[in-house]
């Protein structure tokens, strides 16, 4: 456990150095103050808090950014310290390969959240000052479970590009498989599930197992489990109908298969590759 935590230390270093960690936390702070401050022009009309109306935009606003923040964070893992030749340097120390993803893993999923906690905390911080009814416990909690839920979701994704950095043999590879893994699992996966949905109408298979299609992609399982399992949030994005009878531990259970299976798939092909 001592040298996963020393190699998990050396990772937020290097984030330190390489500037990763402030340009992250920078990000996600102006984008959520931005959303948090002027995204409350809704609230007359839905009839519902302003920090529930600021769930919805960054739940919105997470899909699209954590992803691509934790896969860009992630994707050179193993192959970068490979082709730097660094890898073979850091295993010949006492330590094991399963030590060295583990600890290079919990460096990034700390810097992630890390980020996440500061850049959405700010966006409460900014509610609070300037909002003129204070939010409810139940906002409160709801945008705390936002947040835990986003940093979840940051980490599978650190999960899947650590998967990605030991399945290629070049940096340049990883960065565009990468690329290619958020483009369909943030964009191209909805669009075609949406696309079934209108040709058949809702009908039929599809239509009846709508949320288990949902649940197999981890950005869809954070949709579900910020948007219809929060008080108000699932009536503001329209989601409330259409997982009604789904549990919300289904969503934060998929979200944890989506952190497990790619990190157990990624040391299983780590162990048996050639250095």
Do not use: C
């Not at 709508?210 to 869809?220: F, I």
């Amino acid at each position: 456990m001592t040298a996963i935590l020393t190699i998990a230390g050396h990772e937020i270093r290097e984030g330190l150095r390489n500037r990763w960690v402030a340009t992250a936390t920078l990000l996600l702070a102006a984008l959520a103050l931005a959303l948090s401050l002027v995204g409350s022009a809704p609230v007359g009309e839905v009839g519902t808090g302003r920090l529930t109306v600021t769930i919805v935009s960054l739940s919105s606003l997470s899909i699209y950014l954590l992803p691509l923040i934790a896969l860009l964070l992630a994707f050179d893992t193993v192959v970068g310290e490979s082709e730097r030749g660094t890898l073979l340097l850091m295993l010949s120390y006492p330590v094991t390969r399963w030590q060295v993803l583990g600890g290079k893993f919990l460096g990034h999923a700390a810097i992630l959240a890390f980020a996440t906690t500061v850049g959405f905390g700010s966006a409460a911080a900014a509610i609070a000052a300037v909002a003129p009814q204070a939010p409810t416990v139940a906002e409160w909690w709801n945008f705390a479970g936002l947040i835990g839920a986003s940093v979840a979701l940051g980490i599978a994704f650190v999960a899947i590009g650590t998967l990605v950095s030991v399945t290629v043999k070049e940096r340049t590879t990883a960065a565009g498989v990468a690329i290619v893994v958020w483009l369909f699992l943030v964009v191209l996966y909805d669009m075609g599930l949406l696309g079934a949905l209108v040709a058949t109408e809702g009908q039929g298979f599809l239509g009846e197992t709508l949320p288990v299609w949902l649940l197999a992609n981890p950005a869809d399982a954070y949709r579900l489990l910020t948007l219809a399992s929060f008080d108000g949030a699932g009536a503001v994005a329209g989601l409330e109908a259409v997982v009604a009878d789904l549990p919300a531990v289904w969503p934060a259970l998929a979200l944890a298969a989506w952190i497990v299976a790619p990190l157990a798939v990624a040391w299983t092909i780590f162990a048996r590759r050639e250095l």
